[in-house]
């Protein structure tokens, strides 16, 4: 099994930043990718950015140029920097990490979450 352990939301105000990480462990043999969702109220889970073991990148539309995703390999961790937060980017915000397992199965793994909440 693969667990994701995720951590650095909290409560920000509007233009204010913040960093998340997230450390993958267990039976890992490989992860070909790891990323960022998030979910609001009454809204679906969205992509929020992603990167490949290669460093190849992918946000979506909403935080280029404000959010920041990159990864230790070494370490198994994830994170993402977000600045200028907004408050519509308050939400749970959920890691996951995809690969293989040393017993050679693939796996898709998900965080348990941590919320970001961007106020005055």
């Known amino acids: 099994q693969v667990q994701l352990v995720e951590s650095g939301g909290g409560l920000v105000q509007p233009g204010g930043s913040l960093r998340l990480s997230c450390a993958a462990s267990g039976s890992i043999f490989s992860i070909y990718a790891m990323g960022w969702y998030r979910q609001a109220p009454g809204k679906q889970r969205e992509l929020v950015a992603a990167?490949?073991?290669?460093?190849?990148?992918n946000y979506a539309d909403s935080v280029k140029g404000r959010f920041t995703i990159s990864r230790d390999n070494a370490k198994n961790t994830v994170y993402l920097q977000m600045n200028s937060l907004k408050p519509e980017d308050t939400a749970v915000y959920y890691c996951n990490a995809r690969g293989v397992t040393t017993e050679e199965a693939d796996f898709s793994s998900w965080g348990q979450g941590t919320q970001v909440t961007v106020s005055s």
């Open positions: 990167i490949t073991s290669g460093g190849s990148t």
